[in-house]
């Protein structure tokens, strides 16, 4: 595709519902990475994929979150049971090769909101 | 764990002149990376500049160039000729040159630019 697509764009959801975030990484892209971005903050890390292997999940707060890419390309990040601390903006990033210098595309984003 | 530090919360400039990030960051590895990132409102991340640590040379694409000042661990940016259109929230970013990706940003810096 033209880009990194991300969907839904924003989100509200009440506290205790479960959400899903959706990513298209650009087409042929290896990597993927899940950041979130807190209101004014930088984003922070969450978890990485090499294709369908999720190689790195450091950086996911809780049980509550996970991360999926089943077939190498389309991923969803889920969070179960939102809290009001999981609001922010939730950024996805593909690049065409794993541990490379190669450029991370971001996509737009989606914004979380949790009432 | 390496930090990037982005002193500066907001930084304003006139169009046409000429305006400077600062960013310090702080690793004990010899092999890393840097990046200059714009956040315009829209909230696409767009690479705006990129530092292998390797390099003694300071990067620079048209209007942007760095200051990379290694052994004081500091990667200012320089934007010549402000135009309107580089007003957005610019992160700088680190990244390991052992890792597949991972980015670890600074806290932002607003840019306003006044006409």
């Known amino acids: 595709g033209a880009g990194v697509s991300q969907s839904p764009r924003y989100k509200v959801a009440k506290r205790g519902q479960d959400v899903a975030l959706r990513c298209d990484p650009i087409s042929g892209h290896v990597s993927l990475f899940w950041y979130q971005q807190a209101l004014g903050q930088g984003p922070e890390f969450l ?22 890419r089943p077939e190498g390309s389309v991923s969803t990040l889920k969070i179960q049971r939102t809290q009001q601390e999981d609001s922010a903006v939730y950024l996805c990033a593909s690049s065409r090769v794993a541990g490379d210098n190669y450029e991370q595309y971001f996509g737009p984003g989606t914004r979380l909101t949790v009432t | 764990a390496q930090t990037v530090t982005q002193s500066q919360p907001e930084m304003s400039v006139q169009e046409a002149e000429t305006v400077t990030l600062s960013c310090t960051y702080d690793t004990s590895e010899s092999d890393y990376y840097l990046f200059w990132y714009k956040q315009p409102p829209s909230r696409q991340m767009i ?32 934007i010549s000729d402000s135009q309107l259109g580089d007003a957005a929230m610019y992160f700088c970013a680190y990244r390991s040159g052992t890792s597949y990706g991972k980015l670890t940003f600074g806290q932002g810096t607003i840019l306003t630019v006044h006409p």
């Open chain 1, 47 to 68: 978890t990485y994929f090499q294709n369908e292997a999720q190689l790195d999940k450091s950086g996911l707060p809780s049980d509550r979150f996970f991360a999926e």
């Open chain 2, 47 to 78: 690479l705006v500049i990129r530092q292998e640590a390797y390099k003694q040379q300071n990067a620079t694409e048209n209007r942007f160039s760095v200051n990379f000042q290694k052994a004081a661990k500091s990667f200012s940016l320089k």
